[in-house]
């Protein structure tokens, strides 16, 4: 399976690279080691991905358009990674792209593995709420990493994917993303995309973590379900623009390769800074429930561990882990 993959994306190079020329059927089998037969084949298979392909006889082949529809190939064709997304599973419908991560990582998916799905039919949030995904209009996808790091370590990994998608977010014009703590990333106070982190551990030793994200591209005003239509926006609705979902999910694997081995190389510090950086509401009051108290304080930024730090006026500082946030505060 693996070589067929890379023969297919070594193949759409070739005929990307040659631009609007066309390569021979002989030249691309001398290049690729594999028949003249089987290159044919795997224009069927690239059409059937969505790519146009003129064969012209006896000159040669080459892509007339590229593909637009999310698939394995498509997605992994112009992905700038070393090891996120060499596998790929992508799926038109499931019920959660996690519970598929999960199935696929307790049958031995290799660090890396990406799960990514058109629609889901039960998307969920932390604690079993609904996460609406709508077909073809969002990234609804799962990543599934196996990092030689203690389980109490894992809350960071979801403020580094969250750091990551931030800056693919923030690279655009007009877009000022902010990270809500833990998990959420605003634009305009409205929460665009969520992450969900999983894991599944011994007592001092990940075997994986699932980390499913939700990003709402495409969404018209019409297309966000009433229950959440004031809290929730999409890249569409906030710029006017149809965007390549294609594009943003390769720019997020890319950005989360990145951020992961820094992460691993160099601590939690410099993915920490940057979270801060995008961080909803850091140095004003907000307000919270601890048991049956309720409490202000200034939210100062994130500890080490991943918790909330808040400083008290009488300048005593406190790490929260959960608690009932009240965001807003005058
Ligand atoms: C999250 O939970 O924000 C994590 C969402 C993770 C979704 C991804 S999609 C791929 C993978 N497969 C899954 O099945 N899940 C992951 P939480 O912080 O609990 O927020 C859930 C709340 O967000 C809901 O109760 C709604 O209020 C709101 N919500 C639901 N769908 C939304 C959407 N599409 N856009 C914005 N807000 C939404």
Redesign the pocket.
């Given at each position: 399976m693996v070589t067929i993959e890379s023969t297919r994306s070594k193949l759409i190079k070739l005929l990307a690279d040659a631009k609007e020329s066309y390569i021979s059927g002989q030249q691309l089998s001398e290049q690729l080691h594999i028949s003249r037969t089987a290159i044919w084949k795997h224009m069927k298979e690239l059409e059937k991905d969505g790519y146009v392909i003129e064969a012209k006889p006896k000159t040669g082949y080459r892509i007339k358009h590229f593909s637009e529809n999310v698939s394995a190939n498509t997605l992994k064709w112009g992905l700038n990674t070393s090891w996120l997304g060499k596998e790929i599973i992508h799926k038109s419908t499931v019920s959660?792209?996690?519970l598929v991560a999960h199935e696929a990582a307790r049958t031995n998916a290799a660090h890396g593995t990406v799960i990514i799905a058109d629609e889901?039919s039960?998307?969920?949030?932390?604690?079993d709420?609904?996460?609406?995904?709508k077909k073809g209009k969002?990234i609804?996808?799962?990543v599934i990493l196996r990092p030689e790091i203690p389980p109490y370590m894992a809350p960071q990994l979801t403020l580094m994917t969250a750091t990551a998608i931030a800056d693919v977010l923030d690279q655009y014009d007009g877009i000022n993303p902010k990270i809500k703590w833990p998990?959420?990333i605003l634009i305009e106070n409205k929460?665009?995309a969520?992450?969900?982190t999983e894991m599944q551990a011994e007592q001092d030793r990940i075997q994986y973590v699932v980390i499913?994200?939700?990003l709402?591209v495409n969404q018209a005003d019409n297309e966000?379900p009433d229950?959440?239509h004031y809290?929730?926006t999409s890249l569409r609705k906030e710029t006017a623009n149809e965007w390549q979902i294609i594009t943003l999910v390769q720019q997020i694997l890319q950005a989360m390769e990145a951020q992961y081995d820094t992460f691993l190389k160099r601590g939690f510090s410099e993915i920490k800074t940057k979270w801060e950086s995008y961080g909803f509401r850091i140095g004003e009051k907000i307000s919270y429930h601890q048991g049956r108290e309720n409490k202000q304080a200034i939210f100062s930024g994130i500890a080490a561990d991943g918790a909330l730090l808040v400083e008290l006026a009488n300048g005593n500082k406190e790490k929260i882990y959960s608690a009932e946030i009240d965001w807003f505060v005058e």
């Open positions: 959660s792209t996690q889901q039960s998307g969920r949030g932390r604690m709420r609904v996460w609406h995904s969002g609804w996808m799962s998990n959420d929460k665009v969520g992450i969900l499913g994200m939700g709402n966000l229950a959440i809290r929730a």
